[in-house]
């Protein structure tokens, strides 16, 4: 045997020492236990279609990120479990329905499970019960349990009188009704009893940033706080706002994501995204919470290269969202520095936000 393919029969053999090494290294290790929670999340896809060249096609916006999102998570990350954080649809016309079920054909791709949350969107244009019709649930707000984890799904689209939202009369605030409420108790304090860690997902965030004051997102925030607090809620997931911030309160973390693509015109350029294509690859164990963005950049418009911009993608890049960097009341995100003064401290009570 010559030099060269010695030196190739020592590589080959590393190659495969180290790959047996490492799988193996999997095999002992918490990744294949019920501790570690791999989870696919995408929010706000805000999806609305029309007809091109006698197809019915969905907005580029939300169609790159939804085909990005299903591919990714298919080849690359395989999580246990993936969801979509409310506002699936933008809800801006009668094709609504139409254009939710055409994407959520494009979801059933996905080869791990696929849960929607409810948003404020959806509700404009339909009612809870046509929600309940396409999803095929009992329930808007329901819970499933997967490895360790309890994963519970909130409905937040309610009125001050208690009622549901529903086209005519929405709430930019998110809100919970009293029967949910005792629901929700029950199924966190069932979690407990059952020794399993809990992560809630709900559209509306219950999180005071800088960008909206005194709660005005979410008037019962103080008092989900301490339900979370008291039943050791991991995480809360939310979307709705289109900021990205993390906090900790007690031992809850909540994450605020950006939707998939609509910019927020109230954060400095850095921290707007408004290239889109927003996901997220959520990795939980018994005592870290991972989450990090992927998101697109686009090539520049040039002479040469006249393509529209959803045919321009340079390539993706990903981010980790941490408390440093992206916290919900550092105020370091705002562009205007009375941002929720400008919008009114109160002005979104009952009325139809972004
Ligand atoms: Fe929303």
Redesign the pocket.
């Known amino acids: 045997m010559d030099k060269v393919s010695k030196s190739l029969l020592i590589i080959l053999l590393v190659s495969i020492g180290a790959v047996v090494y490492l799988n193996y290294g999997n095999f002992l290790g918490h990744r294949q236990t019920d501790n570690f929670l791999k989870i696919g999340l995408i929010t706000?896809v805000a999806g609305y279609g029309k007809e091109i060249d006698g197809k019915w096609e969905i907005n580029w916006k939300s169609q790159g990120a939804i085909s990005r999102f299903i591919n990714r998570m298919n080849k690359k990350f395989k999580p246990d479990v993936t969801l979509e954080l409310?506002?699936f649809t933008d809800g801006k016309d009668k094709n609504s329905i139409k254009d939710w079920r055409i994407m959520n054909k494009q979801f059933a791709k996905l080869k791990m499970p696929f849960y929607h949350v409810l948003?404020?969107?959806e509700v404009r244009k339909f009612t809870k019960k046509d929600w309940l019709d396409l999803t095929g649930y009992k329930k808007t707000y329901y819970y499933k349990d997967i490895k360790n984890y309890r994963l519970v799904i909130v409905d937040a689209n309610f009125l001050e009188d208690q009622t549901d939202a529903e086209p005519g009369k929405s709430s930019?605030p998110g809100r919970i009704n009293d029967e949910e409420w005792q629901w929700l108790e029950n199924t966190l304090k069932d979690a407990v009893n059952k020794n399993k860690d809990t992560i809630v997902f709900m559209?509306?965030p219950p999180v005071n940033t800088d960008l909206f004051t005194n709660w005005v997102v979410f008037p019962q925030g103080e008092k989900l706080h301490k339900l979370f607090s008291e039943y050791k809620v991991r995480a809360v997931f939310s979307?709705?706002?289109e900021t990205l911030c993390s906090m900790q309160d007690g031992p809850t973390k909540y994450f605020v994501l950006n939707?998939a693509w609509k910019e927020n015109r109230f954060l400095k350029p850095e921290y707007r995204f408004k290239e889109g294509g927003n996901f997220y690859y959520v990795t939980i164990t018994p005592d870290d919470i991972n989450v990090a963005m992927e998101y697109r950049v686009f090539k520049k418009k040039t002479k040469k290269n006249k393509k529209r911009r959803g045919e321009r993608i340079k390539g993706w890049k990903k981010i980790v969202v941490s408390p440093d960097k992206y916290n919900c009341q550092d105020g370091k995100d705002l562009k205007y520095k009375n941002a929720s003064q400008s919008v009114g401290q109160n002005g979104f009570k009952n009325v139809e936000?972004?």
Do not use: F, K
Request: glycine share 34%; aromatic share 6%.
């Open positions: 706000d409310g506002d948003g404020n969107h930019y559209h509306q979307g709705h706002i939707g936000g972004e």
